[in-house]
């Protein structure tokens, strides 16, 4: 009598494995929760460099109409002098002497002219009704040219009254300043210098086509 062998195949399905470890995992370290003087100070330097920012990009324009540095100077003696965000009587004073002081220094500068002497060095001076003055001696062989360039014109003037009302644009632009200098106007003065800064822009550009500069002075490039 004939046996066949028949090969069975029996499919084992694995059972679920039961956690064994009876012990629940430790909890996750808890972190303590931030300090409120850091936070709150992280927030005021934010705002200030936002604030920054922002007023940089406003009158981005402007800054060709002002000599290299005045208002790079303007933006890093501010923080110093504002502070944690009190206006003080020192420091409306302080801030006053500040705008003073640039304004002064874009009206000025625009009455100084330069020439690059038989030497190579470039020679600064201010100019007059008689031509240009140098700050200091030239050396020998260093003659100072006697063109009309070089004389005091009415241009100078305008172009010396523009850089101040561009400098003064700039300035009431950063909120530090009208939040010490009119804290009882600041929404109005917000408000002015969404559209001030423009407009002087716009005049100002007007100004230097029609009178166009040919100084080569302190904070502009060497002739």
């Not at 956690?19 to 303590?32: K, Q």
């Not at 009587?89 to 002219?113: E, K, Y």
């Not at 550009?205 to 490039?221: E, K, Q």
Request: glycine share 8%.
């Amino acid at each position: 009598m004939e046996q066949s062998d028949e090969i069975g195949v029996r499919i084992y399905t694995p059972s679920p494995q039961l956690n064994i470890d009876r012990h629940p995992p430790p909890p996750p370290p808890t972190m303590p929760p931030p300090d409120s003087t850091q936070t709150s100070g992280g927030r005021k330097r934010r705002a200030m460099a936002n604030g920054v920012q922002k007023t940089l990009s406003k009158t981005s324009m402007l800054v060709n109409f002002l000599p290299t540095g005045t208002l790079l100077t303007f933006e890093m003696v501010l923080p110093s002098i504002y502070g944690k965000g009190e206006c003080t009587a020192v420091t409306t004073l302080m801030i006053n002497v500040l705008l003073g002081i640039c304004t002064l220094s874009c009206f000025f500068f625009h009455f100084t002219d330069s020439f690059r002497g038989t030497d190579g060095k470039t020679y600064y001076g201010f100019v007059s009704p008689w031509g240009l003055k140098v700050f200091k001696s030239s050396p020998p062989g260093v003659e100072v040219p006697k063109d009309e360039r070089y004389n005091l014109g009415f241009t100078d003037f305008i172009h010396a009254m523009m850089s101040s009302m561009v400098f003064v644009a700039i300035a009431f632009s950063d909120h530090r300043v009208t939040n010490c200098l009119f804290p009882r106007h600041t929404k109005e003065m917000d408000e002015a210098m969404q559209s001030f800064p423009l407009m002087v822009g716009i005049v100002c550009s007007g100004l230097f086509l029609v009178f166009p500069n040919t100084r080569y002075g302190i904070g502009c490039l060497s002739a």
